[in-house]
């Protein structure tokens, strides 16, 4: 795994598990820039698309991957304590940026941001949500994370009738199969 290294927080099996399913042509979508996305990218033959709300990592990753790559997102006033009381009219509201939609549909979709390792944190509703307009029949979804409460509730609300498989290793993720 070329650009592997020990700041990465996700999980090898994940990761080992996305690259299987990687082709020459796969579009790749991640919802969370850090110090796997060089991997992503080059890993894709540079057909990565990256969501961010954090001014550092997009600092951290500018001078590898192309600005029409990674697209800002402000989550505006989403926390995780705030998720679960939203309707799915009051998810509507958050919307998808242009430059994603005009990039959809995706092959692979990662789930590893915005962070909500907290309740004051953004969480993963929105990009759960947002997920099924952005993929296609045959979409792999990778939800990281997915034992903290937030992530477990998107799973089940979103993907509750789809077949899933998890990688119980460093606080789980989830594979889903569209």
């Not at 009381?85 to 994603?100: N, R, V």
């Not at 099924?132 to 089940?156: F, H, M, Q």
Request: hydrophobic share 35%.
């Amino acid at each position: 795994m070329q650009y592997y290294n020990r700041n990465i927080q996700i999980d090898t099996n994940v990761i080992v598990d996305i690259f299987k399913n990687i082709q020459p042509h796969t579009k790749m979508l991640v919802f969370g820039l850090g110090y796997d996305s060089k991997m992503w990218y080059e890993g894709t033959n540079k057909n990565t698309y990256f969501v961010e709300n954090n001014e550092n990592y997009i600092e951290l990753n500018k001078n590898d991957i192309p600005s029409d790559h990674i697209i800002q997102y402000d989550y505006l006033n989403i926390t995780c304590e705030s998720s679960v009381t939203k309707t799915d009219e009051d998810l509507k509201s958050y919307k998808i940026p242009d430059a994603l939609l005009l990039a959809a549909p995706f092959d692979i979709i990662l789930i590893d941001g915005p962070e909500g390792w907290c309740i004051s944190k953004p969480g993963r509703l929105i990009p759960c949500f947002w997920t099924r307009s952005l993929s296609k029949s045959g979409t792999l979804i990778y939800v990281d994370d997915a034992k903290r409460p937030l992530e477990n509730y998107a799973i089940n609300k979103f993907f509750h009738s789809d077949r899933k498989e998890i990688f119980n290793e460093r606080g789980g993720c989830v594979k889903i199969y569209l």
